[in-house]
């Protein structure tokens, strides 16, 4: 089985399905038309880019005049927390998150803080988790937003999005949730979960890379984020990305209507592989909620090995997974996110994450079962630490 690639990478990325390629083909050749043309071949696109964006709508609950598209979930997040802050300094300069939220969404809050913004970024427990009391504690009299994520790219927790949701409405306060891992994933309901602003990526679900969309609730204004022509309703300059747009609405659609039949298959990948590992490899920990998780996310710190050790072993056995998130997968620092949750540096360094996704197997899960424990064991005989503790397991 070695000559064959085991992709357990899907919090990163997800191949582009068949039916999602088959809908995009025509737009880069036959139906070529800019959407903001008023000839026939660009009305086409145009109608298009409109069906699309209800599909996106209906996915969340929302209206597809609330539906504006973007280059990406990063540029999502972007726009929400940038556009927010611009449009409502003058009512306040606080805006609250947590200390586990994605890259993009830090470092948009490094900046206004650089711009004269206080941020609070609220700490987690070990399972990942906010709570909705401490969002209420940290309501202030100039709080402007607060951004909490639906679901943790990293240790895949999910957050009580509903009941932040009712605590921000209640206090007066806009709410957004970086919804890149949500969605797909979980069902969601925008209007129920009184969510103002809500950020997603098509790549996330089978659909293809370059394209997100960023749902902001009627009556809420903020700023263009990029400027220029009159594209997405003179919010956002660009000529449209008709075929991702295309691409878009067609992997939203298949993923809201195999929604339970998805899940189930990852709850099942991810029990069977937590269970396996625990039962196989001594001093290991899951990392994140045990249940309220994305269905296929396990995390898991293996003590006394390296993680990136790890993933270069599994490579050669052609298995693909993760030591975090993709986006600082660069870099030598141990996850922002698993400090948070309390990991020492030296346990988290030696963290493995694994995403299962659509094309994934139950022949899979055995083969991860045996290779894992037979690479970390390798490992730790490398390990002066282990030698010190391995016989007291």
């Not at 979960?193 to 098509?202: F, K, R, T, W």
């Amino acid at each position: 089985m070695e000559d064959k690639t085991v992709y357990l990478d899907h919090a990163a990325t997800t191949y582009v399905k068949s039916e999602v390629f088959d809908a995009m083909k025509p737009y880069f050749s036959e139906h070529f038309g800019n959407a903001s043309s008023i000839y026939s071949l660009g009305r086409d696109s145009k109608k298009a880019v409109e069906e699309s964006r209800e599909k996106v709508a209906n996915a969340i609950g929302a209206e597809p005049r609330e539906i504006y598209f973007t280059g990406s979930g990063s540029e999502a997040d972007n726009w929400a927390l940038k556009g927010i802050a611009a449009a409502f300094k003058k009512k306040g300069n606080h805006i609250i998150t947590s200390a586990i939220e994605h890259p993009a969404i830090m470092s948009s809050c490094k900046y206004l803080e650089g711009e004269g913004f206080e941020i609070t970024y609220l700490p987690v427990d070990s399972d990942g988790l906010v709570t909705p009391e401490q969002v209420r504690d940290a309501i202030r009299d100039n709080t402007i937003l607060i951004s909490i994520m639906f679901a943790n790219n990293e240790i895949g927790t999910i957050q009580p999005i509903k009941e932040i949701g009712a605590i921000a409405k209640e206090k007066g306060v806009l709410f957004h949730t970086d919804a890149v891992q949500a969605v797909g994933n979980i069902r969601i309901d925008v209007k129920e979960l009184n969510v103002d602003l809500l950020s997603l990526s098509s790549h996330k679900f089978y659909g293809p890379k370059g394209i997100g969309a960023l749902y902001i609730k009627k009556g809420i204004k903020i700023p263009s984020f990029i400027h220029g022509g009159q594209q997405e309703r003179g919010k956002r300059a660009s000529t449209e990305n008709v075929p991702a747009i295309i691409g878009l609405g067609k992997a939203i659609e298949i993923a809201t209507e195999n929604l339970d039949e998805y899940n189930k298959k990852l709850t099942e990948f991810r029990e069977k592989t937590i269970e396996g590992l625990f039962a196989k490899v001594p001093y290991i920990r899951l990392n994140g909620h045990r249940h309220n998780r994305l269905p296929g996310n396990v995390n898991i710190s293996f003590e006394f090995i390296e993680g990136e050790s790890l993933l270069l072993m599994l490579d050669m056995k052609g298995i693909c997974g993760s030591s975090g998130s993709a986006c600082s997968s660069g870099s030598l620092d141990p996850s922002h996110v698993l400090l948070a949750i309390g990991l020492p540096h030296e346990i988290a360094h030696g963290s493995l994450r694994l995403t299962f996704g659509d094309e994934n197997t139950h022949e899979d899960v055995d083969y991860i079962l045996e290779v894992i424990p037979q690479m970390v064991r390798k490992l730790r005989d490398m390990s002066p630490l282990w030698e010190a503790v391995k016989d007291k397991k």
